[in-house]
């Protein structure tokens, strides 16, 4: 049953909040080095991958993120910029940052983005095709400022994901995903995130990740079902976020998004300060910044009567 629930102490929201969008750009750099490698190719490279080091297929600096990191944080800003959600914004934004000639970015979001830019739309036709993780993987900024209101993250989730991505199981993932910071930002514990998860595959079985697949694609399914089984078969961050990437596969991805749940989960105190020292400066600091801009306008911020925000169970 979902209840409503005492509001957590602020400053502990917006410590989550930080630690959310930081575990996006922790797992992209860290993920980005093993990306397209199998987790045997991995093992005799690295014995075990755990360091902010660069590298990989892209030749990245220590420290450097791609797309995941660089889509969220356009989001973040087109809400800032816009003082509110305005859908024209954030497409402006991913259309000005393709244009910059990014070090990454996936075929899909390419192809997306281009049809805003030729055809001025806001959506992107159904696809089967379109059933990667490039919308979930930008999540976070659109959890954050929806904190407090389930039905405006279902409303923004999808909103934000049609302007290249345009299918069912997209959709589903980037809700569900969002529902889950939310719980986790207000203080919800590894075990009812886990009840969560069971009853969203409970409702969409192909996102079964018991027992796990094995499978790091692009692929949402295979996305999620990596990330729900590191991320509930370890027991802090760090360790999460090392399995997670040690699978290889689109493991900037997957490392991005566990770094956001883990991130949500055990706040900034979780986070390896290696890791934080070694990521780009600049990138450090406006993830930081945009993350309590976001909380601080979201619904949670209003006064109390306009709270709707639950328990994890």
């Keep these: 049953m979902i209840k409503i629930v005492q509001k957590p102490d602020w400053d502990e929201i917006v410590d989550k909040a930080r630690a959310a969008f930081m575990g996006v750009a922790l797992g992209d750099a860290l993920g980005a080095t093993t990306e397209f490698m199998t987790p045997r190719e991995i093992q005799v490279q690295f014995g075990v991958h755990d360091r902010i080091i660069g590298k990989g297929w892209l030749y990245l600096k220590p420290g450097q993120v791609t797309d995941d990191t660089?889509?969220?944080?356009?989001?973040?800003?087109?809400?800032?910029?816009?003082?509110?959600?305005?859908?024209?914004?954030?497409?402006?934004?991913?259309?000005?940052?393709m244009k910059s000639r990014p070090v990454d970015i996936g075929s899909t979001c390419a192809r997306g983005i281009r049809n805003y830019i030729v055809h001025h739309s806001l959506e992107v036709p159904p696809s089967r095709w379109s059933a990667g993780n490039g919308a979930l993987m930008r999540m976070v900024p659109v959890a954050l400022y929806t904190l407090g209101d389930g039905d405006l993250l279902g409303r923004y989730a999808v909103e934000q994901a049609h302007l290249t991505h345009n299918n069912p199981l997209s959709d589903a993932a980037c809700?569900?995903?969002g529902r889950l910071v939310h719980r986790a930002v207000m203080g919800a514990t590894l075990n009812q995130l886990r009840l969560l998860a069971d009853d969203f595959v409970a409702q969409h079985p192909v996102f079964g990740y018991q027992p796990y697949p094995g499978n790091s694609s692009a692929y949402v399914v295979d996305t999620v079902q990596t990330?729900?089984?590191?991320?509930?078969?370890?027991a802090g961050f760090e360790e999460c976020l090392v399995r997670t990437v040690n699978q290889g596969g689109d493991a900037d991805t997957t490392g991005a998004l566990?770094?956001?749940?883990?991130g949500a989960l055990y706040g900034g105190r979780g986070l390896p300060k290696q890791w934080v020292k070694r990521l780009d400066s600049r990138v450090h600091s406006e993830v930081s910044e945009l993350a309590e801009y976001l909380v601080t306008h979201s619904p949670?911020?209003?006064p109390r009567e306009n709270y709707r925000y639950y328990t994890a169970r």
């Design 70 to 97: 660089e889509m969220s944080v356009c989001i973040g800003r087109a809400i800032r910029l816009s003082k509110g959600w305005h859908l024209p914004a954030i497409a402006d934004a991913f259309a000005g940052w």
């Design 175 to 177: 809700i569900f995903w």
């Design 227 to 234: 990330v729900f089984h590191f991320l509930f078969s370890s």
């Design 258 to 262: 566990a770094g956001m749940l883990a």
């Design 300 to 302: 949670l911020s209003r």
